[in-house]
């Protein structure tokens, strides 16, 4: 299924710049800076440039890793490309690494294919190992709520993927704080090593503050780690001065459109100035926005080039912000 294992010799200074986060009360530690496969590691992306930015994270820190059985575009291909650099270039390397992936979008035809039913749930998983030809995943995640399943068969399965060795770790994606706190009293009950909530979080992006996520994550001793953080380039210079040729609005509308970035052209300005002021790009301050809250374990960013995943890790040099920073950041994105 892969191909025989090529050496690669990670840089013996790799852990030196990045800092790494617990995942809230648990002994996991996650850098602050993860490697999100949603985007660029499907069947579309040449091999050698998922390779070339596979080695640029951990050369530089980044052991996270982070999947999902639908990333793709085709359901699987992030899984599978993944399997292929695990082992062919990271085998030596895996107990360095956190691998996690996630189910709960649909994946396959018919009634057990999405959601989150047992059924599913214990199949992807089996699916996903199969796929990233590996023994466990370090954490698995159910992707989103099902209203149609009962929460306790959905965290049952959850606590099977753990006693059955196929999981180290859980994790809840797309949860308020709400279903996150009845969620953590049955895993609780199970004996399960529930340890982080993924969700999207971003300068513009609060929906975790309004609906309670961040504050019970907090309160539970739950880590957070958050997708989206620059707004699928919204919260970088790409728009500033308009629309590029070669930009994602242009040629992959899908996540993105024209309308998102006029609706939001004013406040990316003014934000980028605020970024100016403190010597940093408006990607960087974005990122260091979010890890300046105690609250987030680690930043989920996806990248396309190894120039993008430095330039995220800059964001480290400063994380720190005064009151009037912080004031005038949410006086801008919530207005």
Known sequence: MFEATSH???????????????????????PAISLGFWHNFGDITPFEQMKALAFTAFDHGITHFDLANNYGPEPGAAERNAGRLIHRYFAAHRDELVISTKAGYEMWAGPYG???????????????????????????????????????????????AVTSGKALYVGLSNYDG???????????????????????????????????????????????????????????DR?????????????????LHESDVERVHGKIVALNEIARRRGQTL???SLAWLLHDDAV???????????????????LRNTEFSDEELADIDRIALS
């Open 8 to 30: 690669y010799e990670p840089a013996a200074d790799r852990y030196d710049g990045m800092r790494y986060n617990r995942c809230g009360t648990s002994g996991l530690k996650l």
């Open 114 to 160: 999405d959601h989150g039913s047992r059924k599913y749930l214990l199949a992807s998983l089996d699916q996903s190992l199969s796929r990233l030809g590996l023994d466990y995943v370090d954490v698995f995640y159910h992707h989103r709520p099902d209203p149609e399943t009962p929460l306790q068969e959905t965290m049952g399965a959850l606590a099977q």
């Open 178 to 236: 709400e279903r996150l706190e009845q969620a953590s009293a049955i895993l609780d009950e199970l004996h399960v090593p529930f340890v982080i909530n993924q969700n999207k979080y971003n300068i513009l992006d609060r929906t975790v503050e309004r609906n309670g996520l961040k504050d019970t994550a907090k309160r539970l001793g739950k880590g957070l780690i958050t997708f989206c953080p620059l707004a699928q380039g919204l919260l970088t």
């Open 239 to 255: 728009y500033l001065d308009g629309i590029p040729a070669d930009s994602r609005v242009a040629h992959d509308p899908r996540f």
């Open 283 to 285: 990607a960087e301050m």
């Open 297 to 315: 374990t680690s930043v989920l960013a996806g990248a396309s080039k190894p120039q993008q995943i430095l330039d995220n890790i800059g964001a």
